[in-house]
């Protein structure tokens, strides 16, 4: 099956990254881009993994790429019509603006006169074309339900810290980590963000936090979501877990100031990117976040994948490390 993918406009190189590690876990790959688009191609069945999503916000089925607005009418006499009833929507993307009401009228009296049902409150099928940097169809499959992360925000919780990443984030991370089943280890897991949308998501996981206080609440936390209080007090330096024993790390590093020692701050990534390695099952991911530059020490243990900067304000820029043993 050949699936489109909107992607997020806000994060868009972390959700393009998201989309081709869904696309090559389950045995496919990405075939074109365009402006918060990826069109890839997959073999399998993966409409169960859909619900997974962080920044892929809606996955159709790719009917066809055009580059203007006569091919797409044209395109348009030739789609097939479903059983039940239909409606076209249509998007802006980025600088792009067309008349979208006036073309989903256009493009819906096309289908009506091959013969579709309409109906636009209640359809059974919708069309959704983009308007990117060229145009794409596709069949919608998903739409993300992005209102649950806002309910989960880190701010809702109940054990609360500042410095938690958004749940979005975090779970597009886990994606990126490329886990179909298995365990996801944060061996800094703070209040637990990454660990809930792993739970959430279906996956197994462990956590592993510092300070007594912060892992409790962990704990409350992840009850609070019905999930299992898989948290223990450790220190990212020194595991208790067996070698090669978890199936991708996702951690969101302490964001430490100049103040810090720079001994103790070597000695913090040094140790905890080689028990990473040790951890980790062969031809898996660490994905993680740092405020600083950690090249020369990540690639003593892993090959870096990719490597994104966020800058979330003035003094402070986020780097996302994704890593493969
Ligand atoms: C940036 S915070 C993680 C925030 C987390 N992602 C969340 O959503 O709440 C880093 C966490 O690592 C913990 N930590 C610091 N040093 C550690 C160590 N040596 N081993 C384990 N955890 C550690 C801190 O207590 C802190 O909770």
Redesign the pocket.
């Known amino acids: 099956m050949r699936l489109l993918f909107y992607l997020s406009g806000e994060f868009e190189e972390l959700a393009r990254i998201e989309a081709e590690t869904f696309l090559s876990v389950f045995g496919g790959a990405a075939k074109d881009s365009d402006i918060q688009i990826l069109v890839g191609e997959c073999s399998e069945e993966v409409s169960g993994y859909f619900h997974r999503f962080g920044l892929i916000h809606e996955v159709s089925e790719h009917l066809f790429s055009c580059t203007s607005l006569e091919e797409l009418k044209e395109r348009f006499e030739s789609i097939e019509i479903p059983d039940g009833k239909v409606c076209v929507r249509v998007r802006n993307i980025g600088k792009r603006k067309v008349d979208s009401l006036r073309l989903e009228r256009e493009l819906g009296a096309i289908l009506w006169r091959k013969g579709a049902r309409i109906s636009v409150s209640e359809p059974d099928h919708i069309i959704k074309v983009y308007f990117s940097g060229r145009i794409h169809a596709g069949a919608l499959l998903h739409e993300t339900d992005r209102k649950q992360f806002l309910l989960r925000r ?1 701010d809702l919780k109940p054990f609360f ?1 500042p ?3 958004l749940p979005r984030i ?1 779970r597009s991370l886990v994606n990126i980590a490329g886990i179909r089943e298995g365990i996801v280890l ?9 660990l809930v949308e792993a739970g959430l998501m279906g996956l197994e996981f462990i956590g ?4 007594r206080v ?1 892992a409790e609440g962990c704990s409350i936390n992840l009850q609070y979501y019905g999930l299992p209080k898989n948290v223990v007090i ?4 020194n595991m208790g877990l067996r070698d090669g024993s978890v199936d991708g790390i996702v ?5 430490l100031q100049s103040t810090k020692s720079l001994g103790e701050i070597h000695e ?1 990534y040094s140790s905890a990117l080689k028990e990473f390695e040790r951890v980790l099952r062969e031809n898996s991911r660490a994905v993680f976040l740092t405020n600083l530059d950690v090249d020369d020490l990540v690639k003593e243990h892993f090959e870096i994948e990719y490597k994104l900067y966020q800058r979330l304000h003035k003094s402070l820029t986020r780097r996302i490390y994704v890593c493969k043993k």
């Open positions: 880190p810290r410095g938690a990443i975090a944060d061996p800094m897991c703070g209040t637990g963000t990454i592993i936090e510092a300070y912060i450790g220190d990212v330096k951690t969101d590093f302490p964001y913090l």
